[in-house]
């Protein structure tokens, strides 16, 4: 039947109606065929064994719930072979921490200064100042003894031999290299651009070939290509060259940080997704704590980027050591493969086969047969709730890293004057403070609100500190130009700094935790698409810092405005998210499709919720029993033979109120039809009853007739 193709398919195409939180896969070829196991991403359900299925039918349920049969056969985390895994996907955060901020050394734009020799061999110089512009930590700082200036006509671009101050740590880097000042300064922002931009490309790529061809091959050639394109970046001849070489690094970096962090997310049992997926962030906020000493020690921006690229040589090993994602081999049909990584992985947990309590290998072996099934990105346009899961959290993701920037610069200063410091690495280390606090504070405040409610509550400080800064702070400015107002610019700029610093560590928490929440609701068949979309969204965010850079800061404050005013949509759509604490990952796109919403505060006893959860549906299939029963048809079919309509089709959470008075008037209906069936079915047995009885008289009357002719004779 096209309805059995349809549940085959896995995610082909728009889901059919099933119960809140089930797994789509039971064959139904009529209406006495008896159900399956019970739904595989059910909490708490008991997973059967079930005969083998025809190859018309979906698979079978027990091999689908990954989180609840096969990752306890395995072991959990409890196997010496799962925690070396996971071990390996923390290595290379170092790494990656390396390569992401290296921008701020490479590219940092120096203090800078004319030197010319007279007649007699002395040099005299004039600062050239305004025209350095350093990337969200502030500008340039004139220090006592530079030179002064030779002269008032001659232009401060007019230089034949320019002369440079490096705060990075560095003797020399991209800018002094080849003089990107004066006219030449926007380059350094087309070279910021080109690692933002090969970021977002190979986040959107290298996320669809990841669901493709799987985790461990985009893994593996990110490796190679990034050694090639990284090396090559350090014998560049000019900033062209360069800026080129790094959109390629850019491209090959994303694939890296998405397929470890897919990884990383398909190895863990639920309760340990964001604990691990935490600490790689640790690790990766140390690699930004050590690069300002591993600028110092290379001294030289080539050398720096060579000791960047060369760990990454360490990883050629993965190819013999690391695996292919389990996970995304089972929900994918991959069963041969995954028969033989699951022996793999029993041998080097020295397990035996006869813990298998489930029977997933025996399980495993008779679906063996089966064809792989894999899914790309764009079928999550014909869904009706996932695909609007992924838009929120991408727009979260956006708005969340697009106005970090905004309080940025407003702590720094987008002005040279307005700088809180006049130190590189007191400015740098203070953006990495404020970054590990964020992480530090993320840890008890998801475990205690969910996902969706440590959500919600950052964007909501996200929101207050962006507001009041806007709005606040020009109200103050106002006063303190009155007279005996008690007011000065300083009150001022410390309210700024103190809703800039909040504003920081709410916003990075935004874009974290979107990125992570959206790897925990894609399904496993797509997970690699749906990050790469979050992970895309979250790069166009950040190159809103140096597309302000390019125009001088201007449009800044209106920069500002869009991003505060895309806070207040965020945190009206993320109460429209599910919670996915302690939830089993969905495997395929129906699993994505019905996943349970719950209510943000549990309700209290007895107290009707307003948002459904998969034990307190209502089933409305009594709609159609009495009229079942009257046509002589079950009572959990109608009388096309398709499955009772119930709460799930009708609407879940919220929708149940909107669609309790329609149920009401269809149940009056209902009766109304049944009452009508009933007078039509009695008028006929009465007329029935009155022809017969019209016969009868008929009948009287003619004996009558006849005893009357004889009696007549008779006389």
Not at 61 to 90: A, E, H, K
């Amino acid at each position: 039947m096209a309805i059995d193709r349809r549940r085959e398919a896995g995610g082909g195409g728009r889901p059919l109606p099933e119960e809140n939180g089930s797994v789509p896969g039971a064959a139904g070829g009529s209406a006495t065929t008896p159900p399956g196991p019970s739904p595989a991403n059910a909490t708490g359900a008991e997973i059967q064994a079930v005969p083998v299925p025809s190859p018309a039918a979906a698979c079978s349920p027990l091999l689908l719930d990954y989180d609840g049969s096969v990752l306890p056969f395995l072991g959990g985390l409890g196997g010496r072979y799962q925690r070396t895994l996971v071990l390996l996907t923390w290595v290379p955060a170092l790494f990656i921490g390396f390569s992401k901020f290296s921008d701020s050394f490479l590219l940092d734009q120096p203090d800078f200064w004319c030197r010319e020799a007279d007649g007699q061999g002395n040099w005299s110089g004039s600062l050239a100042t305004g025209h350095a512009n350093h990337s969200g930590n502030g500008s340039i700082f004139p220090t006592p003894g530079l030179p002064t200036p030779a002269g008032g006509n001659v232009s401060e671009c007019d230089c034949q031999e320019w002369h440079y101050r490096i705060r990075a740590g560095l003797v020399q880097n991209v800018v002094s290299k080849w003089d990107l000042v004066c006219d030449s300064a926007w380059k350094v922002h087309i070279a910021r651009f080109s690692l933002l931009v090969g970021l977002i490309f190979g986040h959107l790529i290298t996320g669809c070939i990841a669901d493709w061809v799987g985790r461990r091959p985009v893994l593996l050639f990110s490796v190679i290509f990034i050694l090639i394109f990284g090396l090559t970046v350090a014998l560049s001849v000019n900033v062209t060259m360069f800026s080129t070489l790094r959109f390629f690094e850019g491209f090959c970096l994303a694939g890296i940080v998405l397929s470890l962090y897919a990884l990383r997310i398909e190895l863990c049992p639920p309760g340990h997704r964001f604990m691990i997926t935490m600490v790689a962030s640790f690790i990766e906020m140390a690699g930004q704590f050590l690069m300002p000493g591993l600028a110092a020690l290379c001294r030289d921006w080539q050398v720096l980027q060579a000791v960047i690229i060369c760990p990454f040589l360490l990883m050629l090993l993965y190819w013999v050591i690391f695996p292919e994602s389990l996970r995304w081999l089972m929900a994918t049909q991959q069963f041969e493969a995954s028969k033989e990584l699951i022996l793999q992985f029993t041998h080097k947990n020295r397990m035996n086969t006869e813990s298998d309590i489930k029977g997933v290998v025996p399980e495993l072996e008779k679906e063996i047969a089966r064809r792989p099934k894999k899914v790309c990105i764009v079928k999550v346009v014909g869904t009706r709730n996932l695909w609007k899961n992924i838009v929120v959290l991408c727009v979260n993701s956006l708005t969340g890293y697009g106005i970090h920037h905004c309080f940025a610069k407003s702590m720094m200063g987008h002005e040279a004057k307005m700088a809180i410091t006049h130190n590189f690495y007191a400015d740098y280390y203070t953006m990495a403070g404020i970054a590990l606090a964020s992480c530090l504070a993320m840890c008890p405040v998801v475990g205690f609100l969910g996902r969706r409610g440590g959500l919600l509550l950052f964007m909501i400080l996200t929101a207050l500190a962006s507001l009041l800064q806007l709005g606040l702070l020009n109200l103050i400015g106002k006063y303190s130009q009155l007279p005996d107002s008690g007011m000065s610019d300083s009150v001022k700029d410390k309210f700024s700094t103190a809703f800039s610093i909040v504003g920081m560590f709410s916003s990075h928490a935004v874009g974290s935790l979107s990125v992570f929440f959206c790897a925990e609701i894609t399904p496993t068949v797509i997970r690699g698409g749906g990050l790469g979309l979050v992970l895309a969204s979250a790069g166009f965010g950040r190159l809103t810092a140096p597309i302000m850079e390019l125009h001088n800061q201007k449009g800044y404050f209106l920069h500002h405005v869009i991003f505060a005013c895309c806070t207040l949509i965020c945190i009206i759509c993320i109460l429209l998210l599910p919670e996915s604490k302690n939830q089993n990952l969905p495997e395929n796109i129906p699993d994505g499709e019905h996943y349970t919403r719950q209510p943000l505060l549990p309700h209290k006893k007895g107290e009707q919720p307003l948002l459904l959860t998969n034990s307190e549906l209502k089933d409305y299939s009594g709609l159609h029993d009495s009229a079942a029963v009257s046509d002589g048809i079950s009572e959990n079919t109608t009388a096309n033979g398709m499955k009772s309509m119930r709460s799930s089709t009708l609407g879940n959470g919220v929708l149940h109120r909107v669609y309790k008075p329609v149920v009401e008037q269809t149940q009056t209906w209902v009766n109304s039809t049944l009452l009508l069936k009933q007078l039509l079915a009695s008028s006929a047995v009465v007329q029935t009853a009155l022809e017969k009885v019209t016969g009868e008289k008929t009948h009287l009357r003619k004996d009558l007739a006849e005893d009357h002719k004889n009696e007549a004779i008779l006389l």
